[in-house]
Structures are given as structure tokens and as C-alpha cells.
């Protein structure tokens, strides 16, 4: 049968799932150790219970010791023995978490946006995605934040998972040994639609990821596909809503073509020349109730092109 929750290829099984990081083996190890020791000694308990139950039941015949008897011994190598296997799974498990906690100095780093419900991943040139494409044998750090409420970023094939708080950055990092598809969850819960919050893991060798990304990073050809990637990547979506609601600056819904009160009392209808003028040269004409804000938007001269300016406005228009 197939699970509706289980997105990638793996075969959906009763074991731990296949070991694609670097982590897995000794986190696997680790848990089995502590599992088999747990087993052993409370399979020794037990068995230790009953004898003495039996061998020690009232009888005809039987007199009980009438006060506890004491073994040196006895109390020394039930002390000594836990103590060393304790100390060996304390031991052990900092190290592992250590190893966890520090990446390596050179890693590629991936911007992670956790909300409600769904994950964006961001490039380090720029690409977004909605699954995690990552190359193989290399060490990956993701830079996480929420934009909501708590997350947490588990991918079970890597043995590795970390809360994403609120109001900070949560870092964690792992490196892939297999190529293939593994699932990545939300494991905080974070509402109602909470068990969606779901995406793949991609391993791919280093050329594969290369062309991928190539491919994610280039723009959608028609104008205002290609508007709208540009609003979500140059950061025009940070101030400027496409819903009406306002954030920092005007929403650009509906605004296009409009007749506009400026903050020198002139009337100005928003066209062409208005938006690439306000992209340019930002400072140089404020709406009125916006004038007090116009210097939080920086000139964007020199880092769009003009053909990028044409399809931002292409995309402004289609606003209606
Ligand atoms: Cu996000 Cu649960």
C-alpha cells in the first residue's frame, strides 16, 4: 500500500528507514546499543524477580531469614558495572551531539523559511525551491528560520532533525552519502494543517545539482511570470503586499493606472515611467501618508536591468 504521507521513493518499512547520511551509522548504532543493553537487563530483572519469587514462597515448612542479609560483593558489581555503562552512553552520545552541533568550516549553505504550512529554500544564488536539492558527499548547513510559529525539519534517511524557533536562526548541517529521494517533515506541531507540512530531500551528484540549479535560477520567460519572480527575489515582497494590505509601502494591487495623491500635493497617475522611476530613484517622489517612510526603500539602479524593470511592471499592471 501506498502512504499518502510518504513522498519520496523509499520503500515504506516497518525498520528504520535506509542510512543516506553521514550521521546515520552511529546514530543507528547508538540507539541500538542503549536499546539491546535496556533489553538485556530488564530481561535479567525480570528473570531475577520470578526465581526469587518462587524460590523464596511461602511454604510448609520453609522459615524465612528474619532480617535482610547484606553481600558486599553483590552491591559492589551491581553499583560498578551500570556506572561504566552509563558513563560509556554519556560519553558517547556528547560526542555524537558534538559532532552534530559543528559543521565543517567549508559547507553550502541553504536558507531554510518554515510557515505555516510549507517550505522555501533558498540558494546561495538566489534559486528558491520548494523541495531540499542538495549535492552528494558534501557538507550541507541549512540556515532555517520561521516566519510563524515553532517547526522542526526532520529527515528520517539522515537521522537528523532541529526545532526552528521563532525570532531566531536555527542552524543545523549533515552531509549525504546516497543519491536518491528521502522525505523531509515539519515534526513541531504547528495547526491544522500541520502533518502536510511535508517536502523531498533531493540527492543528486554534484553535476546533476549543478544543472538544476541552473535551471531553477533562470527566470520564467513570459513578462509577468517573470515580474512576479523578480518581486519575490528582490525583495519587493518585504514592503509592497499584492493583496491590498498594507506592509511598509503601498500594495501594488490594483494601483496601476490609478491617480495618486502625492506627498507635494500634485496628482500623478501611476504608469510606466512612475514605477521604473520608483525603482530607480526612490527618494524622488513619495505618496502622500508614505513620505515618512520613503527613505526605507534603497535605489535599485545598477542591480536591475531595464528588461527586468519592463516585466516587474508587467507585473504590477496584471494586478488588478
Ligand atoms: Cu510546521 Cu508542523
Known amino acids: 500500500m501506498i502512504q499518502p504521507w510518504l513522498l519520496a521513493d523509499e520503500p515504506a518499512s516497518f525498520w528504520f528507514p535506509e542510512q543516506a547520511s553521514t550521521f546515520a551509522p552511529e546514530v543507528d548504532f547508538f540507539f541500538h546499543a542503549v536499546l539491546w543493553i535496556c533489553i538485556v537487563f530488564f530481561t535479567l530483572i525480570v528473570a531475577g524477580m520470578i526465581y526469587f519469587v518462587w524460590k523464596f514462597r511461602q511454604r510448609p515448612g520453609y522459615q524465612g531469614s528474619p532480617e535482610a542479609l547484606h553481600n558486599n560483593t553483590l552491591e559492589i558489581t551491581w553499583t560498578v558495572i551500570p556506572t561504566l555503562i552509563v558513563v560509556w552512553i554519556f560519553v558517547r552520545g556528547v560526542y555524537g551531539y558534538l559532532d552534530m552541533m559543528s559543521p565543517p568550516t ?3 549553505d541553504i536558507e531554510v523559511k518554515a510557515t505555516q504550512w510549507n517550505w522555501s529554500f ?12 542538495i549535492p552528494i558527499n558534501k557538507p550541507i548547513k541549512l540556515i532555517m528560520r520561521s516566519e510563524d510559529v ?3 525539519l526532520f529527515i528520517p534517511a539522515f537521522r537528523c532533525k532541529t526545532d526552528i524557533v521563532p525570532g531566531r536562526l536555527n542552524t543545523m548541517w549533515f552531509q549525504a552519502i546516497k543519491e536518491g529521494s528521502f522525505d523531509l517533515y515539519c515534526t513541531e506541531y504547528c495547526g491544522t494543517k500541520h502533518s502536510l507540512m511535508q517536502a523531498m530531500t533531493v540527492v543528486q551528484s554534484q553535476e546533476q545539482f549543478d544543472a ?16 512576479k519572480w523578480l518581486y519575490e527575489r528582490q525583495g519587493c515582497k518585504g514592503c ?17 493606472g490609478t491617480s495618486m495623491d502625492m506627498s507635494d500635493g ?55
Request: glycine share 6%; aromatic share 10%.
Open 106 to 108: 567549508e559547507t553550502y
Open 122 to 133: 533558498k540558494y546561495p544564488n538566489g534559486a528558491l525551491s520548494n523541495d531540499l536539492h
Open 150 to 152: 515553532i517547526h522542526s
Open 212 to 227: 538544476w540549479l541552473a535551471e531553477a535560477s533562470k527566470p520564467p520567460e513570459d513578462p509577468i511570470e517573470w515580474g
Open 240 to 256: 509592497h503586499s499584492i493583496d491590498g494590505s498594507l506592509v511598509v509601502g503601498p500594495s501594488f494591487k490594483g494601483s496601476f
Open 266 to 320: 500634485q496628482k500623478v497617475t501611476m504608469d510606466e515611467q512612475y514605477i521604473r522611476n520608483s525603482i530607480l530613484n526612490p527618494q524622488s517622489q513619495a505618496r502622500v501618508n508614505f513620505a515618512a517612510k520613503i527613505n526605507q526603500m534603497n535605489s535599485y539602479a545598477g542591480k536591475l536591468k531595464e528588461e527586468e524593470i519592463s516585466a516587474l511592471t508587467a507585473f504590477i499592471k496584471s494586478l488588478k
